[in-house]
């Protein structure tokens, strides 16, 4: 899904509201294909984070 930014802004307070969580890619990366590197990355950095 492709927003402007002013539906974007909208969105995203609107899903504050509700404890929704977005995650927000560069136009040109298509998040269904990236390295799984990246995923390893983000899975050990939450687990860093929350303890």
Not at 13 to 26: D, S, T, Y
Not at 32 to 48: G, L, Y
Request: glycine share 4%; hydrophobic share 45%; charged share 20%.
């Amino acid at each position: 899904m492709f927003l402007r930014l002013v539906e974007a802004i909208s969105l995203h307070r609107k899903g504050l509201l509700h404890g929704a969580e977005f995650f927000i890619f560069p136009a040109n990366l298509n998040p269904r294909v990236f390295p799984t590197s990246w995923v390893h990355e983000a899975k050990s950095s939450r687990r860093t984070s929350n303890s």
